[in-house]
């Protein structure tokens, strides 16, 4: 039987640790056994229980300590990921082999991860080995997220790791909970964006012909093939985790022997169910 991933990607400070923790959470409520991974070797507290830590392993507090070395946090830390990728044994051993596991892989939040360095990649490729079936869920902080051209680097930043990995991805704007209400009404249009309309916005702040050309070519990319949309993640609202939860199931076909249903939020439907959303949260 196949085993299942998720792939907890993410800027650093964008609630990796925390969806985790959630999920935890909501699976445990539906009966659901879940395992997380720390791959974080600068990580320092958790609020769950993790099967494997790779501080088990190799620290970059360690690594920045050896004199012969001299690295700083970001040269420790990709250190750490290259050694870690010469010592896939040790998770192996960590996991085990039980059919059906369900494991979330909290990620570091470097992006040179995902754009240049071989080390995830690597991992993918080693749990597909594996028999995983391994879903990229890639974070990015919806605060961050409430102006067209922050969003947009967002965009890129996503579109960097799925090109990067070559496998299924979900994106989600976390930390919906923590936005007010006119943050909430104002992001909605992020969601599923039309990126044309974003082409305007950007075009009035950037004051060089070169980016606004650019700007352009970048959006009508995005908007052309549909490669980005954004699931809205509220650690305080049981449907919408439910609502992440499913389209990561569908994904990657969990429990496919089981009477599956699509996630409510298919592709025809999406918009009725975001609009239904913030209708309950911004309207409270």
């Known amino acids: 039987m196949p085993r299942y991933a998720q792939l907890v990607m993410g800027p650093a400070g964008s609630g990796k640790s925390t969806y985790c923790s959630t999920m935890v959470q909501h699976c ?11 791959l974080d070797p600068a990580a320092e507290l958790f609020s769950y229980p993790v099967t494997a830590d790779i501080r088990e392993l190799i620290e970059v ?9 001299r690295f700083g946090p970001n040269g420790g830390l990709v250190f750490c990921m290259e050694y870690f990728a010469n010592n896939f044994s040790w998770l192996e051993e960590s996991l085990g082999h039980v059919e059906d596991d369900y494991v979330l892989f909290d990620c570091p939040g470097q ?32 605060q961050f997220m409430v102006e067209s051209f922050k ?4 965009i890129l ?6 090109i990067s990995l070559e496998i299924p991805q979900i994106n989600i704007m976390t930390k919906m909970d923590l936005l007010s209400k006119k943050a909430k009404k104002e992001i909605e249009k992020y969601l599923d964006p039309d990126m044309y309309s974003m082409i305007e916005d950007s075009t009035n702040i950037l004051k060089s012909k070169m980016f606004k050309k650019l700007t352009k070519s970048i959006c009508g990319l995005i908007d052309d093939y549909g490669m980005v949309r954004f ?20 994904t990657i076909q969990y429990g496919e022997d089981l009477e599956f249903k699509e996630p409510k939020e298919c592709e025809e439907d999406k918009s009725a ?12």
């Open 61 to 69: 507090d360690d690594v920045m300590e050896d004199d012969s070395l």
């Open 111 to 142: 992006i040179e991860l995902y754009t240049h360095l071989p080390v995830m990649k690597q991992l993918v490729e080693q749990l597909q080995q594996w028999e995983f079936r391994v879903c990229g869920v890639f974070l990015v902080d919806s």
């Open 151 to 154: 969003f947009i680097s967002g």
């Open 28 to 38: 445990e409520a539906l009966g659901r056994a879940v395992q997380v991974v720390n």
């Open 231 to 250: 699931l809205p993640f509220d650690r305080s609202d049981e449907e919408s985790i439910n609502i992440v939860l499913q389209h990561i199931d569908f």
């Open 157 to 162: 930043a996503a579109l960097s790791a799925m």
């Open 273 to 284: 169910l975001v609009d239904e959303y913030f209708q309950d949260h911004v309207d409270e």
